[in-house]
C-alpha cells in the first residue's frame, strides 16, 4: 500500500438532516480518493446525494460522520474560520446559475475573491485581466454580465473561480443553463484547465455527453457510490489527438 495520501480523501462520509422519524440520510458512508490532477465527473439520479457530498468536499459543509482528510488535513475537525479559509486558498467554485453580480462589470466580478484576499487594487487589476484572457473574454472586461451571453457569464464565473489559482475546482452543473454548443465550448476550457494546468475538477453533471469530457466517473445512487468508472479517452484528450493528427495535413494544403 503507498503511504502517499490522495488529493483528496472520504472515509465512511455521512450526512443526517433532521432528526429522529424524520431524519433523513444524504450520504451513507462514502469513500472516495481523489488525485490531485484528476478530472471527475459526479453523476446519479436527483436527491442521491451529489450535492452533499460536493459540499462537504469544497469545504462549504461538514460531515455527520466520517473524515474528509485534503492534503492529508482531517477538514472535519476544522472551525468555520479555519475552513473558510481552506476554502479561500484551494478552491474555486462554479455554479450552475453563475452567481455574478449583476450590476458589476466582469473585470470586477472576477476581482471579487481577491479584494477578500485583500490585495492592492493593481494586483487584482492585472490578475483579474489574466484570467478573463485565460477564459478568452479579452475585451469584454468592462461589459457587465446582461450584456454577455449566458456562456461568456459562465466563463467570467470560471475567470472569477481560477484568479485565486485554486488546486481544485468545482462545478455543479456549470453546462445546466446553456444550450449544447456553449455547453462544449465550457466543457473544452474545463479540459483544458485540467490538462494544461493540472487543477483538479470534480464536476456534477447529469449530462453523458458533458461527463464524457472527464477522466472518471462516480455516478452516485441512494446516498452512496455505485459505480467509479476510468474514462481512457476523454473527449477532450480525442480532440487534442485529432489537432496534431490535423497539423501535418494542413501544412500540406498550405503549401
Ligand atoms: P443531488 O445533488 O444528487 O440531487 P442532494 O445532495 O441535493 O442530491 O440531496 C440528497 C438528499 O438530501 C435529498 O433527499 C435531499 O432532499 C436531501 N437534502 C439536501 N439538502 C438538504 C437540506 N439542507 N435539508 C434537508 N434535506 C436535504
Redesign the pocket.
Known amino acids: 500500500m503507498s503511504d502517499t495520501l490522495p488529493l483528496i480523501r472520504l472515509r465512511g462520509i455521512s450526512k443526517v ?2 432528526e429522529g422519524a424524520t431524519a ?1 440520510w ?1 450520504l451513507k458512508g462514502v469513500n472516495l480518493d481523489i488525485e490531485a490532477g484528476d478530472f471527475v465527473a459526479i453523476m ?10 460536493m459540499n462537504i468536499m469544497g469545504g462549504l459543509d461538514t460531515p455527520t460522520a466520517g473524515q474528509f482528510l485534503f492534503q492529508g488535513v482531517h477538514v472535519e475537525s476544522l472551525t468555520r474560520d479555519q475552513r473558510a479559509r481552506l476554502r479561500r486558498r484551494f478552491f474555486g467554485f462554479v455554479f450552475q446559475g453563475f452567481n455574478l453580480l449583476a450590476r458589476t462589470s466582469a473585470q470586477e466580478n472576477v476581482e471579487l475573491p481577491l479584494l477578500y484576499r485583500g490585495e492592492s487594487a493593481s494586483a487584482r487589476r492585472t490578475a483579474a485581466a489574466r484570467a478573463l484572457d485565460a477564459v478568452g473574454l479579452k475585451g469584454w472586461e468592462h461589459h457587465k454580465p446582461s450584456q454577455l451571453s449566458g456562456g461568456q457569464q459562465q466563463r467570467v464565473a470560471i475567470a472569477r473561480a481560477m484568479v485565486s489559482e485554486p488546486a481544485v475546482l468545482l462545478a455543479d452543473e456549470p453546462t445546466g443553463n446553456l444550450d449544447t454548443h456553449r455547453s462544449r465550448e465550457i466543457m473544452e476550457l474545463l479540459w483544458r484547465l485540467n490538462a494544461d494546468k493540472g487543477i483538479t475538477i470534480l464536476m ?1 453533471t447529469h449530462e453523458p455527453d458533458m461527463a464524457a469530457y472527464a477522466r472518471r466517473m462516480v455516478r ?1 445512487v441512494d ?1 452512496m457510490v455505485d459505480s467509479d468508472t476510468r474514462n481512457e479517452h476523454p473527449v477532450g484528450l480525442q480532440e487534442a489527438e485529432a489537432d496534431t493528427a490535423a497539423a501535418p495535413t494542413l501544412a500540406v494544403q498550405v503549401r
Open positions: 438532516y433532521g433523513l444524504a446519479g439520479p436527483s436527491g442521491s446525494g451529489k450535492s452533499t457530498a456534477v452516485f446516498g
